[in-house]
Nanobody, 117 residues
Framework: VQLQASGGGLVQAGGSLRLSCSAS????????MGWYRQAPGKQRDLVAT???????NYSDSVKGRFTISRDNAKNTVYLQMNSLKPEDTAVYYC????????????WGQGTQVTVSS
């Protein structure tokens, strides 16, 4: 299983970025996809997840600013990030939670998002 993430970069505070992540796995094995982030010296934290049925979950820190979505035909998850703040600066990791026959999570390589003040 491979996850290919893209879309990170440098943006000024108040700006927007869109992350995308494609998974090389059958959609029938995917339970949920999501994004996590890790700032320097901190643990990896949940940003947002979306289930196969379209249910979403967001961390309180990004609610109202970030939107997660999926294109099931492409096995791709997106994270639209608006009103970015310097505290959003982190490496963002794509995650896929798989059911049968895998029964585990897989992670993408991470993409850097830097928000300047």
């Amino acid at each position: 299983v491979q996850l290919q993430a893209s879309g990170g970069g440098l943006v000024q505070a108040g700006g927007s970025l869109r992350l995308s992540c494609s998974a090389s796995v059958s959609i029938f094995s995917i339970i949920a996809m999501g994004w996590y982030r890790q700032a320097p010296g901190k643990q990896r934290d949940l940003v947002a997840t979306i289930t196969n049925g379209g249910s979403t979950n967001y961390s309180d820190s990004v609610k109202g600013r970030f939107t997660i979505s999926r294109d099931n035909a492409k096995n791709t998850v997106y994270l639209q990030m608006n009103s970015l703040k310097p505290e959003d600066t982190a490496v963002y990791y794509c995650n896929v939670h798989l059911g049968f026959p895998y029964g585990r999570d897989y992670w993408g390589q991470g993409t850097q998002v830097t928000v300047s003040s």
